[in-house]
């Protein structure tokens, strides 16, 4: 099932983060949307059984969009639980009068691209040295015209 992010949760994401990611949104982003301080910021989960099995971040203002960190935890890969979570935001963000959902990706993290693709993402262009280590982010959008 998919809902809005709750207190509860933040502790299992942010260590799922630093496993998977090797860092974190960190604590506060993520209690800061819950109290209304960063209303532009909009978390959901997956949850089955009172597990997180994935989480999905999304920055809007009126105009413009962007993911802000997505994962589906490593044993429960491959059941379209991805799929499902960047479904529930590409409707929320468009039904919310956005038109275009922007996300980077590291180049080589095929699996994520596919998934993307498969949606309608588009490659737009490299943003060079993005990421802490220094790799580059491709920047994918998707434009709600085009669906
Ligand atoms: C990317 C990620 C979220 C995908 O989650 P998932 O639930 O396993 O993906 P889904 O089962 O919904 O897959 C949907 C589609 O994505 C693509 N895909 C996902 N994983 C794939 C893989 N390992 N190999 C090839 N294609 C893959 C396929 O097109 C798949 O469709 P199909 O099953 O009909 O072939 C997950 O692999 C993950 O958390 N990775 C680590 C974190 C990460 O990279 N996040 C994204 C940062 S930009």
């Known amino acids: 099932m998919i809902r809005p992010l709750e207190e509860k949760d933040i502790n ?3 260590l799922d983060e630093e496993r998977i990611f090797g860092e974190s949104l960190g604590y506060s982003m993520l ?8 209303p532009l910021n909009h978390f959901f989960v997956d949850e089955e059984d009172s597990k997180i099995r ?6 809007f203002d009126e105009k413009n969009s962007m993911i802000l960190n997505f994962y589906v935890g490593e044993e429960y ?4 639980i991805g799929e499902k979570l960047m479904r529930h ?3 929320y963000v468009f039904n919310s009068g956005v038109d275009t ?3 980077e990706v ?4 095929l699996d994520a691209i596919d998934l993307y693709r498969k949606l309608g993402f588009e490659y737009s262009y490299k943003r060079k040295y993005y990421y802490n280590d220094g790799e580059d ?11």
């Open 54 to 59: 994935g989480y999905i971040g999304v920055w």
């Open 31 to 38: 209690h800061n949307t819950l109290t209304g301080e960063d």
């Open 12 to 14: 299992t994401i942010v």
């Open 77 to 80: 890969r491959r059941q379209h």
């Open 101 to 103: 959902i922007t996300l």
């Open 89 to 91: 935001v590409i409707d």
């Open 137 to 147: 982010a491709h920047i994918y959008i998707l434009y709600k015209e085009m669906l």
């Open 106 to 109: 590291r180049p080589h993290n």
